[in-house]
């Protein structure tokens, strides 16, 4: 091969190289902007979703929110996470949904009987997370017992345990640093003991708390997602009942009969509840 053919044939393979260097990182930044735009898409659901449920969400908790969207997937709408006091928690669901993506292995669960009482209702589990086959795993532990699980479960405290545990050790093994609502005691658990009676009086449309305690809008928002309801319907409902143009507008006594009330509705009837619901999604016939 003479010289010139051969500096030709060196220069094909250089220009062909840069092509293919060309073409790789043309695909490389086609994924990276496609990655780009499926996490922008998905943190815009999340936070449409979240105002539809939770109103006004303040700015530093939407940047959260889109922190745990890149970084786990996770979805408002699934029902993946809980905003209450100010603050992002992640439920049973979501977690489970992460260990699928991620290809866990298996998760076992063991009760604790030397630290569990039945006759009290109070049990104690241990849960093991296997992210692959053949390794340690991580160990986390749950407790329930009838001081700390809202009266809608009483009677399945083992059934509780067994989920905060299993809450507890997905949240290690995935390095989740939101805690579970599901371990939230004060969210799952009855109200508490009362306070004192010289405590100063609060104001009477307030549905706020000072004492330690869930909001009043946490905890409707709470059954709200426990029995998958539409919340703008909830609102209508809730208005109603209370006798006022809003929700808001609404007593503190008022928002808390009404709280009570859809908790039963829910327990005892739910379809019953649904088409009460529904009701309020047809327009209002106008009378001339």
């Known amino acids: 091969m003479d010289k010139d ?18 073409h790789s990182a043309g695909k490389t930044s086609s994924a990276r902007s496609d990655r780009a735009r499926r996490r922008g898409n998905a943190f815009f659901s999340n936070a449409k979703h979240a105002r539809a449920i939770w109103d006004a969400i303040p700015r530093i908790a939407l940047d959260n929110l ?68 053949g390794s340690k795993g991580f160990v986390g532990y749950g407790d329930a017992n009838p001081s700390n699980v809202s009266p809608l479960v009483r009677g399945a405290e083992m059934r509780v345990a067994e989920t905060r545990a299993v809450n507890h050790a997905l949240r290690k093994a995935y390095g989740i640093g939101l805690c579970s609502v599901e371990e939230l005691g004060w969210l799952t658990g009855s109200p508490g003991p009362p306070r004192e009676q010289n405590q100063p009086a609060k104001p009477t449309n307030s549905n706020g708390s000072s004492n330690g305690q869930p909001k009043l809008r946490d905890r409707l928002c709470v059954l709200i997602r426990q029995h998958n309801l539409d919340p703008i319907l909830v609102k209508a409902f809730a208005a109603e009942f209370c006798g006022t143009p809003t929700l808001k507008d609404a007593s503190r006594d008022q928002v808390e009969s009404f709280i009570s009330h859809l908790a039963t509705a829910a ?22």
């Open 5 to 22: 053919n051969l500096n030709g044939l060196r220069q094909s393979e250089r220009f062909s190289h840069k092509n293919r260097n060309a």
């Open 66 to 133: 889109a922190e745990l969207t890149a970084a786990h997937g996770l979805s408002v709408a699934a029902g993946d996470l809980q905003f209450l006091d100010g603050r992002w928690y992640v439920t049973h669901a979501g977690l489970l949904r992460i260990a699928q993506r991620r290809r866990c292995s298996g998760i076992r669960t063991v009760l604790q009987k030397e630290l569990t009482d039945p006759a009290e209702n109070r049990w104690i589990f241990k849960a093991t997370v296997y992210k692959a086959s």
């Open 267 to 288: 327990k005892e009837n739910r379809d019953g509840l649904v088409c009460k619901l529904n009701s309020y999604a047809q327009p209002v016939e106008v009378k001339l």
